[in-house]
């Protein structure tokens, strides 16, 4: 079974022909996609031959050689041609990586893929890169799993009115409107982290300008409750 991070990627799987899973380590994700018939086949490319070579021994022990292809390569290279895959998820890395990997690579994604996006951090750098490049985010999602809180981007390629603000950019455009209760925990903790930082600052030396930014992003949590 997928943990709850991979399993609300999955969720965000569209059915479709192929799934392109990109940065696939141990290629958990795209297995349990074609075993539940979510996709027909699945390609699953690493950069690191390790996880590649563990990647192939799981597909082979689960039968599934016929329908997903293991292929070593730096992010998009793996694709032979645009739209080769209707479906691309990018999940457990930086969102600075993720955004790097979508920039090099997007003449190989096709004008109807769907991209499913996990950014373990800086968010708000992948949804910039897809609202400068013509994304709609169609739908987000934020997981607990350990310690952590992980969010879910899914995009698509269409008509946008208008550019996202620098709070949706920050907090999700989806996610800013649904307000969930681990979404508003999120930030009411990252609000008092920031009032603490303010308070202990207060009392040194801090130049008017720095706590005048960060009393600014204080002011911005506020906004959303
Ligand atoms: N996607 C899996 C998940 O979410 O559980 C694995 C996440 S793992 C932390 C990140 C994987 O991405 C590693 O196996 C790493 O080798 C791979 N990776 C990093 N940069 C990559 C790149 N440019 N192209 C393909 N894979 C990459």
Redesign the pocket.
């Known amino acids: 079974h997928l943990?709850p991070?991979?399993d609300c990627?999955l969720h965000f799987v569209p059915r479709v022909e192929c799934l392109a899973?990109?940065?696939?380590?141990?290629a958990?994700?795209p297995c349990r996609a074609v075993q539940i018939g979510r996709v027909d086949s699945a390609i699953a490319?690493?950069?690191?031959p390790g996880?590649l070579y563990q990647s192939t021994v799981n597909v082979a022990k689960q039968g599934l050689q016929d329908r997903i292809d293991v292929r070593l390569?730096?992010?998009l290279d793996v694709l032979r041609e645009q739209g080769e895959a209707s479906a691309i998820?990018?999940?457990?890395?930086g969102g600075e990586?993720i955004a790097d990997?979508l920039e090099r690579g997007k003449k190989k994604i096709g004008k109807k893929t769907v991209l499913i996006l996990?950014p373990?951090s800086r968010e708000p750098r992948v949804r910039r890169w897809l609202d400068h490049n013509g994304w709609i985010i169609s739908d987000e999602a934020i997981v607990n799993e350990g310690h952590h809180v992980y969010e879910v981007i899914r995009a698509c390629q269409g008509y946008k009115p208008k550019s996202l603000s620098e709070l949706e950019l920050m907090m999700g455009p989806v996610l800013s409107s649904k307000q969930e209760r681990l979404f508003i925990k999120k930030w009411k903790n990252r609000e008092r982290r920031l009032s603490s930082i303010l308070k202990a600052l207060r009392n040194t030396k801090q130049s008017d300008e720095v706590l005048k930014k960060i009393e600014e992003s204080q002011k911005e949590l506020h906004l959303i409750h």
């Open positions: 943990s991070r991979l990627v899973d990109i940065g696939s380590d141990h958990h994700l490319g690493e950069v690191r996880p390569g730096d992010g998820s990018i999940a457990g890395m990586l990997i996990q373990n």
